[in-house]
């Protein structure tokens, strides 16, 4: 069975460009958040969404967005790209969104910005 | 606020010892746990979580945690460690959103290396 899929797995962007991260969740799964992960620390939660609403948003700025399609792939979008902005992208699918099921995480895509 | 703490930032231990690595938690209700781990250029692997029920909770590749209410602890267990469990090891608490939809909050990890 075909696990979470994330693409591209590594982005090199120059400051100030925007980029796209996809993902595409375990079948059957309709739940789908991301994550942000710096050098050194854990995951930061940015968004999640279900059922192609989103149902959270973490502490980031406008300049993350995302959004998710009908067969339930979700695209993570970063506007005006910082320096700081540089770290791996995880994305997670679940089978919902709520309750006690356990996310599963794509291998992620590491976005460097010079 | 839900929290979590993993106090040490590696953990050194021989192969064919046990390992411990440690997780402290800090939610308001009932705490929902995880441990994942991860491996160098790698995502996330789900390990094992606690729900409700049996303190003692059994996951992947022989590992286990046990879940102490009094003291707030996760701490991940294996009795017999493998060179190829080296890896970082991320604890996780389930915390609430809007409208009944949570979300995972990690602590720092813990970087585990077994030496032959």
């Known amino acids: 069975d075909a696990g979470v899929t994330q693409s591209p797995t590594h982005l090199i962007k120059t400051r100030g460009q925007q980029v796209t991260l996809r993902c595409s969740p375990i079948?059957?799964?309709?739940?789908v958040s991301w994550y942000q992960q710096v050098l050194g620390q854990g995951p930061q939660f940015i968004f999640q969404y279900y059922e192609k609403e989103e149902r959270g948003r973490g502490n980031f700025p406008d300049r993350f967005s995302a959004r998710q399609f009908p067969n339930y792939s979700s695209e993570l979008n970063v506007n005006a790209l910082l320096l700081g902005d540089s770290a791996l992208y995880l994305c997670?699918?679940?089978?919902?969104?709520?309750?006690?099921?356990?996310?599963?995480f794509g291998q992620g895509t590491r976005l460097t910005v010079v | 606020a839900q929290s979590v703490a993993q106090p040490e930032d590696q953990v050194n231990v021989a192969e064919g010892n046990p390992l411990t690595v440690k997780c402290t938690y800090s939610?308001?209700?009932?705490?929902?746990l995880f441990w994942y781990v991860q491996y160098p250029n790698r995502g996330l692997q789900f390990l094992l979580k606690y729900i409700t029920g049996d303190n003692l909770v059994k996951g992947s590749y022989g590992f286990e945690a046990e879940f102490n209410k009094s003291q707030t602890s996760f701490h991940l267990k294996k009795p017999s460690a493998l060179v190829s469990d080296s890896a970082l090891y991320f604890c996780a608490v389930r915390a609430p959103l809007s409208g009944g939809y949570n979300k995972l909050i990690f602590g720092a990890g813990t970087r585990l290396a077994v030496h032959p």
């Open positions: 079948s059957g799964h309709k739940s």
């Open positions: 939610v308001s209700g009932n705490p929902y």
């Open positions: 997670a699918s679940s089978l919902v969104g709520q309750g006690r099921t356990e996310a599963f």
